[in-house]
């Protein structure tokens, strides 16, 4: 006998006895049998992930698993620290000298602004303190000068003939 084929996509099926057979057709499993079987019994891969999430959950919440695990903490920590140590100054570093170039290029960018003329966020604040540190610049010079003209005055006094 050969094997059969149906028209269209479908399985083939064939009429001669398969590996796993009884000579004689003795009514044991075959090959395919078991594989369908078995497949139809096997889950799908949602139940896989939920099983195995699962377990692994259980598993890594148990006592048990802490202690065997800080043990492998413990043995492994002369290469962990002094490699976390560096990965921190690292990033850290790495951090802080984007951070500050950060600033110092929205720095430079105000004070073009404000050279320019355009006005930046704060300038009013910055114009308002420079014209009281002129201000002030100019009350200490007056004070100066008429704390010059009385120290003469006094010298005069002093001494008339000089």
């Known amino acids: 006998m050969s094997d059969l084929r149906q028209p269209g996509p479908g399985p083939v099926t064939r009429s001669t006895p398969t590996r796993g057979t009884t000579p004689g057709g003795g009514g044991g499993p075959t090959g395919s049998t078991f594989l369908r079987r078995l497949h139809s019994h096997a889950p799908n891969s949602a139940q896989l992930v939920g099983f195995l999430t699962l377990h692994h959950l259980r598993h ?29 100054m690292a990033i850290a570093g790495s951090l802080s000298v984007f951070s500050l170039g950060v600033a110092c290029l929205a720095g430079l960018s105000w004070v073009y602004k404000y050279v320019r003329g355009w006005h930046p966020p704060g300038s009013d604040r910055v114009d308002y303190a420079r014209s009281r540190i002129a201000n002030t610049a100019n009350h200490v010079k007056d004070c100066a000068k008429e704390y010059s003209g009385y120290l003469q005055n006094k010298v005069k006094d002093a001494a008339p003939g000089a």
Not at 69 to 74: C, D, I, P, T
């Open 60 to 88: 890594h919440s148990s006592p048990t698993h802490w202690s065997h695990s800080h043990r492998h903490v413990l043995l492994s920590s002369p290469i962990w620290v002094p490699t976390g140590t560096v990965l921190f």
